[in-house]
């Protein structure tokens, strides 16, 4: 294989990376704009989303593999290969969650009146960002952006901490079943927000990783 072709399959898998990432930003997207309106239409979009992640997550992995298996690359191409093969199984888990957090927002009726709907419409806001400025470092080899991510995991922990323990104290003084069940759903959905945050900088590290070849814990 020619230098030509080997520069082309190591663009075509940022591409494919890049591709991903705008799937996992739709889908958070949709998951804050169904929140901060309280209806559920927006999110019943996730489950198309989740499918072409992994369709795009076999097709990554299968080029990366192939990158290294026939290719041997050193140096900087190196950790760019091994950097994505990490950063396909964050994304996968981003699209994963994003679909359930799309089937509870389906499932709970009265979504607009459901228990702490605007701060948990704030963690989606913020945690949609989140997704973004990790993408938006890997595609502009951003080493701010990167730590930037970072940081904004722990406004998005500290919210979540405030809004379990609301929800906690609201479900054991609810008395009638359906509240406890939405309070749970909502709580589910606070969650999976959380996850979705760590897996965001995730990324934002192994960007790190790809421009300084130490991957080290920033959160």
Known sequence: MTRKQYDEQLSELKGMLIEMGRLNAEAVEDIFRALKKGKAEPAKKTKALEILVDEKESETERLCLKLILKQQPVASDLLFVTAAMKMITDMERIADQAEDIGDLIIKTENLKDAPELSDIAEMSERVWK?????????????????????????????????????????????????????ALNMLMIAKYLERIGDHATNIAEWVLFMMTGEHKKLN
């Open 130 to 182: 989140m997704v973004c400025m990790a993408m938006e470092a890997f595609k502009e080899r951003n080493t701010d952006k990167a730590k930037e991510t970072c940081r904004a995991d722990d406004a998005v922990d500290d919210l979540f901490e405030e809004i379990r323990n609301r929800l906690n104290a609201k479900s054991k003084i609810a008395k009638e079943e359906e509240d406890v069940e939405i």
